[in-house]
DNA sequence: ACAGCGTTGAG
DNA sequence: TCAACGCTG
């Protein structure tokens, strides 16, 4: 009888194109298991909305298996080893994850080795894993287009099928013991309508995407179009790897759909680019990417604005849209994310952190890269950022991208009555006054 | 309202 | 090695 493997899996909460399950199936049997790590400093604790969704993805998952998916919670370094003695496991397998939590897999890594245990980690969640996309000096890019560019020069794998497993029994928990769904005053209601969780819903994402609205993707940017993935929970919980998106738009499309391919790649290079930023800036969320922006005088928010911001009441139409739409679906369309950060750090003059931790508890894509790399794209601080001076008019965004209302009045349908707020900022004076504190980002590159 | 990235070609 | 350049967000 050959010792099992564990299988940790963490961001890649999937059976097809999983390299370690894979790996591990080949050995033997295999012990898969998810740790819901609320205790480690370098895992940063999930969101309300992603809570909810991994909740979905977990059962899914383990209805996958035949309810053979072990379910363990704490630090990893001290379960994993518990779970390795429980088992008698000899060997320890799991996919990259690429945020500060890879301090907690390589140290876990050569203590597992040191005790005489085979440790072993894959590529899996990336199509170019960072430390090999280099500029021509051997630096990390910080532009995404040479980034891009250089990227694919290298050969992107085919996914891997489902692997024939034999299941080793061990203890777990019961999933409802985690608490992940809300106790009290059901909020979730609005995600059920919007998303279906787990592996098979992430294929009929894709799969619906490709069909339905690929064709469609030159017009990503109006909300009011159904245009756009909406892979992005899939792709963050790992239900479905970026191996199997660029090898689904290399297959057979609607012939309206080719000429938006390589527009739809690209973001999946953001994705990429972003992922980048991170592994070589582990602390992505908390610090600007360029220094030059510590100096930035921030308001001290009004807890009142910040309030209305977060709850879609600001006055400024397209902007409470959105944070409806993200409060209600767990989701905002792309370009409203841009807008709706432009007037909270441009207009308000709020921290980004600020919002990138609301977004952070709201939205079920919720992205340890992404997140705050978008968040600091916007700010200017970030890696590629627009410039900070190219501040956003969310009226003139409105009408350019949702001319006929149509979005604003699925999620404002007050808009146009008394019972509208009036605007809680002066677009005009706070645009002034934000170019007027920029000033200080100059002298700080100066100095 | 332009700084800063990556490239390139000369030294 | 460096400065000038083109480009971009």
């Not at 299988?7 to 998810?34: E, I, K, M, Q, S």
Request: hydrophobic share 45%; net charge negative.
């Amino acid at each position: 009888m050959t010792a099992p493997t564990i299988v940790w899996l963490r961001d890649d909460l999937r059976l097809t194109d999983n390299p370690a399950l894979t790996a591990a199936a080949d050995r033997g049997p295999v012990v898969l298991v998810y740790l819901l790590d609320d205790d480690s400093p370098e895992v940063r604790p999930m969101g309300a909305a992603s809570r909810w969704w991994l909740h979905g993805s977990l059962r899914s998952l383990s209805t996958a298996t035949g309810d053979q998916l072990v379910l363990r919670r704490g630090a990893a370094e001290t379960v994993i080893p518990q779970l390795v003695a429980d088992t008698g496991a000899a060997a320890v397998f799991w996919n990259r994850r690429y945020g500060a939590a890879r301090e907690i897999d390589a140290r876990l890594k050569s203590s597992l080795r040191e005790s005489g245990l085979e440790a072993q980690s894959f590529q899996a969640n990336l199509l170019f894993e960072p430390w090999t996309v280099r500029t021509g000096e051997g630096n990390p890019f910080r532009v995404f287009t040479p980034f891009w560019r250089a990227a694919r020069e290298a050969a992107v794998r085919a996914p891997l099928p489902v692997p024939h497993v034999d299941w080793a029994i061990a203890d777990g928990d019961d999933l409802e013991s985690w608490a992940l769904l809300p106790t009290h005053l059901d909020w979730t209601a609005g995600l059920h309508e919007s998303w279906n969780p787990g592996e098979e819903g992430a294929h009929a994402q894709l799969e619906s995407f490709v069909t339905e609205r690929l064709a469609d993707y030159h017009r990503r940017d109006e909300p009011a179009v159904e245009a756009t993935s909406r892979l992005s929970p899939h792709l963050s919980f790992g239900e479905i790897s970026p191996f199997q998106i660029w090898e689904r738009m290399h297959g057979d499309l609607p012939a309206a759909a080719t000429k938006n391919v390589a527009k739809f790649l690209s973001e999946v290079g953001w994705r990429e680019f972003n992922a980048n930023i991170l592994f070589h800036s582990p602390e992505l969320a908390e610090k600007n990417y360029r220094p030059a922006f510590d100096a930035f005088p921030w308001a001290e928010p009004d807890p009142r604005d910040l309030k209305a911001w977060q709850q879609g009441r600001t006055g400024i139409p397209i902007v409470d849209a959105g944070m409806r739409e993200l409060r209600h679906t767990g989701y905002m369309h792309n370009r409203v994310r841009m807008i709706v950060a432009s007037l909270l750090i441009k207009n308000m003059l709020i921290d980004w952190r600020v919002g990138e931790k609301w977004f952070w508890d709201c939205l079920v894509d919720a992205d340890e890269a992404s997140n705050p790399g978008n968040w600091q794209w916007v700010a200017g601080s970030g890696a590629d950022a627009a410039p900070y001076f190219r501040i956003f008019n969310p009226m003139l965004q409105a009408d350019k991208f949702d001319g006929q209302q149509k979005y604003i009045k699925r999620w404002v349908p007050e808009f146009g009555t008394a019972e509208y707020p009036e605007s809680i900022v002066d677009l005009a004076a706070s645009r002034r006054e934000a170019l007027a504190a920029y000033e200080h980002v100059k002298a700080g590159q100066r100095a």
